[in-house]
């Protein structure tokens, strides 16, 4: 996340010396250098062994800390494909701090519940089971099934991770900082492996730090200046188009049509381009908000954006169809800012966006707890975590 924090860590910089300062006076003022009693240096060292309370200008600080993450700080898109929050066949899938809940979409039951360690995220596979990934191991979830520990990849921060569009037993994880830019694909198996070996490498031509996006049909993309490079569901190179009239986009998301894409820029700019046999950009609607989040539900037919909307932050859940006519919205709960480097992190850690892929259902949410919508974003269900 990028947040402007100069004044703020220009503030929380001085504090120190002006409490600093404000000590020195004191002692400047003619107070006694004697030397202190027993007793004064009993209370000297309990104060020492004691937490320290905190000093009002820490106080003070840490109150326009606060004041300007919530009014003055601008808060960016969330990017890479790490989710914390996914549907399946007929459920939802939740990773709490500890483990993995999965919930039915009818009647929001709990269905399946199992612990994980360090929940890192959690995917819908082609069949519509559910993977989610710990620090150690893997679990597939099947409804109406027992959940099955899976020995798992190499899983580097900042990489991300996809199901196969296909082969329901087989993920890849991109890795978008390393050069060249690298998928490796997992074939998904019961074993005494400690470690899951990669099956399939896809070194990329294009530079470090572009966007990946996938068609409905699976075709990946993977956008950077002037350039989509192309592969097939299973891993297969396909020629690359040439895109010189369109900025690299926040998020790739798949329509309706298979050989289409939006692309989505960080201040609501949706562009609509042809994908294949070449690119075109055929459409461009400015959607008159400032996405954090974003994703398609029901075949395409449905876009869900989460919004910053005003100061707070304030978040909002905008829906829109196919002809990008808004649909509906919804007020979102958040947590305030904590005045601290965290923050970003507690405003919106609740906030992870997920679509039906074949439903006109959204959900947003994340430990804490989970919320429903419908297609006019009126909530269906909510799930408290806590």
């Known amino acids: ?32 250098t ?29 109150a326009v800390a606060r004041s300007l993450q919530a009014t003055a700080l601008r808060l960016a898109p969330a990017v890479g494909h790490v989710p914390r929050l996914v549907f399946g066949k007929g459920v939802l899938g939740q990773l709490t701090e500890d483990g993995l809940r999965v919930y039915s979409t009818r009647d929001a039951s709990l269905v399946a519940s199992a612990p994980l360690e360090t929940p890192r995220a959690v995917l819908a596979l082609a069949d519509g089971a559910l993977l989610a990934i710990g620090a150690s191991a893997m679990l597939r979830v099947e409804l109406g099934h027992r959940p099955v520990s899976l020995p798992k990849p190499v899983f580097l921060p900042g990489a991300e991770v996809f199901a196969d569009a296909v082969q329901p037993d087989r993920i890849w994880i991109f890795e978008g900082r390393r050069a060249p830019p690298r998928f490796a694909g997992y074939r998904l198996a019961k074993g005494a492996q400690v ?10 031509e294009s530079a470090a730090g572009g ?15 002037g350039r989509i490079e192309r592969f097939g569901p299973g891993g297969a190179r396909l020629r690359s188009l040439k895109t010189p009239e369109l900025a690299v986009p926040f998020l790739s998301l798949p329509t309706r049509r298979l050989d289409q894409q939006h692309f989505l820029d960080e201040h609501g700019l949706l562009t609509r381009a042809l994908v294949t046999p070449h690119f075109r950009k055929l459409s461009q609607h400015d959607l008159g908000l400032a996405p954090f989040a974003a994703a398609v539900a029901d075949e395409g037919r449905l876009l869900a954006i989460v919004a910053v909307v005003g100061e707070g932050p304030t978040f909002e859940l905008r829906l829109f169809d196919e002809a990008l006519s808004e649909q509906g919205r919804a007020p979102l709960l958040t947590e305030p800012p904590t005045g601290r480097d965290d923050w970003v992190q507690v405003v919106t850690r609740n906030l992870h966006l997920a679509a039906a892929p074949r439903e006109r259902l959204l959900a947003v949410g994340g430990p804490d707890r989970v919320l429903i919508f419908d297609a006019q974003a009126k909530q269906v269900l909510s799930i408290p975590s806590r």
């Open 211 to 225: 966007v990946v996006g996938t068609t409905r049909e699976g075709v990946w993309l993977y956008f950077t200046a």
């Open 34 to 62: 004697a030397p202190p009693s027993a007793p004064a240096r009993a209370a000297a060292l309990s104060a020492q062994l004691e937490p320290p309370l905190p000093t009002p200008v820490a106080s003070a600080a840490l």
């Open 195 to 204: 470690v899951l070996l990669p099956e399939q490498e896809i070194a990329l």
């Open 1 to 32: 996340m990028r947040a402007r924090l100069g004044l703020v860590t220009l503030y929380l910089a001085l504090a120190p010396g002006l409490a600093a300062c404000e000590s020195r006076g004191k002692a400047l003022g003619g107070e006694s």
